[in-house]
Each structure stands twice: as C-alpha cells, then as structure tokens.
C-alpha cells in the first residue's frame, strides 16, 4: 500500500497548487487572469480525477490485505 501513498502525497500537492492560485485575487486582476484562471481549473480537474483514481486503487489494495 506504500507505493501508492507516496504518490498520493504528490498528487495532493497538484491539487493544492492550483487551488491557492485560483485563490488570489490578484489573479483576477491581470488582463489574461480569466483564461489563466480557465486554465487552472483544467489543471485542478485533473488532478482531482487522479486523486480519485489513486484512492479508488488504494482501496483496492486496502480492502485486499
């Protein structure tokens, strides 16, 4: 089960680093925030989609020993 909450770790923080993003304000502010803001949701799904995918597999694993 370790091998797959080392990447978890990872994949966490690819979830909070777009997050923080869309969490400034300032981004809002710059003439091409909106798209970069677009952008970042984009990043952020995906991570999500692949936390879901690492804990559907981790629960699988778990469930297993």
Do not use: C, H
């Amino acid at each position: 089960a370790l091998e797959i909450v080392r990447p978890r770790a990872g994949i966490d923080a690819r979830v909070a680093e777009p997050v923080a993003r869309l969490e400034d304000p300032s981004l809002y502010g710059s003439p091409d925030g909106m798209q970069r803001a677009r952008g970042l949701q984009i990043e952020l799904e995906d991570a999500r989609r692949e936390l879901a995918d690492a804990m559907g597999r981790w629960e699988t694993v778990a469930g297993s020993e």
